[in-house]
């Protein structure tokens, strides 16, 4: 079965300090990857997206991410955060040329410490 | 230019009651899926349409129900209201067949 999966439901940085947020992905074949971000109560904002070529995806509010098709992952990082990046963060996936809608993992909570 | 508009952004309906919940994609976006989150969860997938022709479907029973329109708006139904389908309901809209600009949601409450 398809499946994303975040390993780290919370994550504390300190204001400043550099960001990874893991993401593994279970596809037949590679599939199209997403990352979006949510404040509570509010609808999911997007990131950054990989469909094909550079593996090294740069996305707004400073974020990238890595695609590395050998270990199925599909990390975000960013250099340094900021207090408002605190929120939750879910990576995402569908596969290529379906309508099966797009899988989420369960998301990350990042914290970030003044 | 306006976003993903969803409506109403709040309700409380009752168990056994119908909810029609309703999606106005951004302008010239063909494309719009329907994704339900419970507390605590990711998103899941419960419809996409394009073009106004179901594509697909996750694993929501038969109660849940939509369509899209010809000028590309979209309603999501679901019948006899469970406590558990007490969620935010979230639309997105895309030019092509997957949806990736979402909308603010539709805070569903069944008591």
């Known amino acids: 079965a398809q499946s994303v999966t975040q390993p780290d439901i919370h994550i504390t940085v300190s204001e400043g300090a550099s960001l990874e947020l893991r993401c593994n992905y279970s596809?037949?074949?590679?599939?199209?990857l997403f990352w979006y971000v949510q404040s509570p109560g509010q609808g999911l904002q997007l990131l950054l997206k990989?469909?094909?070529?550079?593996?090294l995806v740069q996305g707004i509010k400073g974020f990238e991410a890595e695609f590395k098709r050998s270990q199925s992952s599909f990390n975000l990082r960013k250099p340094s955060v900021h207090w408002s990046d605190a929120a939750e963060y879910f990576c995402?996936?569908?596969?290529?040329?379906?309508?099966?809608?797009?899988?989420f993992g369960k998301g990350t909570h990042l914290i970030i410490q003044p | 230019d306006a976003g993903v508009t969803q409506s109403p952004t709040h309700l409380i309906k009752t168990r056994g009651q119908h909810v029609t919940l309703r999606c106005s994609p951004i302008s010239g976006h063909k494309s719009v899926s329907w994704y339900q989150q419970v507390l605590g969860q990711g998103p899941q997938f419960i419809f996409q349409?394009?073009?106004?022709?179901?594509?697909g479907r996750g694993n929501f029973p038969d109660r849940f129900s939509a369509r899209q329109f010809p000028n590309y708006s979209s309603e999501l139904n679901v019948n006899a209201l469970l406590l558990g389908d007490s969620a935010l309901y979230l639309c997105?809209?895309?030019?092509?067949?997957?949806?990736?600009?979402f909308g603010s949601g539709t805070r569903l409450t069944v008591v």
């Open positions: 997105a809209s895309s030019l092509v067949d997957r949806g990736d600009t």
């Open positions: 990989y469909f094909s070529g550079d593996t």
């Open positions: 995402a996936a569908s596969p290529r040329g379906g309508a099966d809608g797009l899988t």
């Open positions: 349409y394009y073009e106004k022709e179901e594509r």
């Open positions: 596809y037949g074949a590679t599939p199209y």
